[in-house]
């Protein structure tokens, strides 16, 4: 338990930054977010709004999503703004009959964690999504399964932050974090110095930069996701749908295709249909790619041919912050003290959001957290490491 209320700086003013500072301040502590650009101007204004609980593997990243998804039942009442939270259902689709094998085994393991899964064949599936390619071999189903709008939800945190006496500061470009005595003591940057107890890196695909500054060396490589959006139009899809590729490659890693992609497909409450994505490591480079683009066209059009007639409007790409192990990277770390990280979800950020805001906080207050935080501590890359 602390003894005082501590000052504490956010680095990154994406979805993840803006929970964390969301959930402090309405604890009452004193939070400054510094973003370099405009909030939301990174990974999670380039994103889908997926809140996928079925693709997570059993085990703590599933009781993270399922976490996540109960504090969303309330934030998108509480939350200033309209979040656009929607409890729409999902399905992970499948096309070959080494897929549906694959997710036979997969769905089991989801089962026996009480997760209600269900195996849907070809004709159930085109049931509940009339508008799928007769050609696929079935699907899952969990009605639990969601979506938001990123931006919408990173803007509400945000506000409701800065409603409970936090400072937003944009456009502010972090140069250095000072310490002393092994202790964090100020952020540095171009538009001065912050005093500070407690620094959190929640810098997304540039987390490694920040940890850097206190001479950490942290796995956190960005991987490129281009996305592309349709027209609006009427209801074409009821549920949000991600197909099996990745899903499947977990279990079975010869059905792993060489990009390692699956695709994802929702359509947004204006009706415009969000379709992805790319998972490329290409360093900082957010441009679109003819490649890329054509992927996500053919991929998406063969499993909804509906696709086709519709016109693509923009396309856009994020960094997604990626881990060697797909988990985030969470919690204090051991030197120096007060360099909190709360970054390395990658694909995960909007569906975990809620959840790492809320354990961040729990963890700094009053240093006990709903979820233990030890599978998520930086130093399980050292630990594998050492013993490889």
Do not use: W
């Amino acid at each position: 338990m602390v003894s005082h209320m501590p000052a504490i700086v956010v680095i990154g003013g994406g979805v993840i930054g803006t929970s964390v500072a969301h959930y402090l301040a309405c604890k009452g502590a004193k939070v400054t977010l510094l973003e370099k650009g405009d909030l939301a101007s990174g990974s999670s204004g380039a994103c889908d709004g997926l809140i996928f609980i079925q693709s997570k593997k059993p085990g703590v990243h599933l009781q993270l999503a399922l976490a996540s998804l109960e504090l969303y039942e309330e934030l998108y009442k509480e939350l200033p703004g309209h979040i656009e939270f929607k409890k729409s259902g999902g399905m992970v689709i499948f096309e070959t009959d080494a897929e549906f094998e694959a997710m036979c085994g997969y769905i089991q393991d989801q089962q026996a964690t009480g997760i209600d899964v269900s195996l849907l064949n070809t004709n159930q599936a085109l049931k509940k999504e009339p508008y799928l390619s007769k050609h696929i071999k079935g699907a899952t189903f969990f009605p639990l399964d969601a979506q938001v709008n990123p931006i919408a939800l990173t803007l509400g945190f945000a506000l409701s932050a800065k409603q409970n006496g936090a400072r937003i500061i944009t456009r502010t470009i972090v140069k250095g974090i000072k310490i002393q005595n092994n202790r964090v003591s100020s952020v540095q940057t171009d538009q001065g110095d912050f005093n500070t107890d407690v620094i959190i890196n929640a810098a997304g695909a540039n987390a490694s930069e920040i940890a850097a500054m206190v001479g950490i060396n942290i796995p956190i490589t960005p991987r490129r996701g281009q996305i592309v959006v349709t027209q609006a139009v009427k209801p074409i899809l009821k549920h949000c749908l991600i197909s099996a590729k990745y899903i499947a490659a977990k279990y079975h890693p010869a059905l792993a295709k060489e990009k390692g992609e699956g695709i994802s497909m929702e359509q947004t409450q204006n009706g415009n249909l969000l379709l992805g994505s790319t998972r490329e490591f290409a360093g900082f480079n957010k441009q679109n790619t003819p490649e890329g683009i054509t992927r996500i066209i053919e991929q998406t059009t063969r499993i909804i041919p509906e696709l086709k007639k519709l016109h693509v409007i923009r396309t856009f790409a994020g960094l997604r912050p990626y881990t060697p192990d797909s988990l985030p990277i969470l919690g204090q770390v051991d030197h120096p003290k007060g360099f909190v990280m709360a970054a390395g979800h990658e694909g995960d950020g909007i569906a975990l959001a809620p959840i790492t805001g809320k354990l961040i906080a729990q963890m700094i207050l009053t240093g006990k957290t709903d979820i233990p935080l030890d599978a998520f501590a930086v130093d399980r890359f050292q630990l594998q490491k050492e013993t490889t």
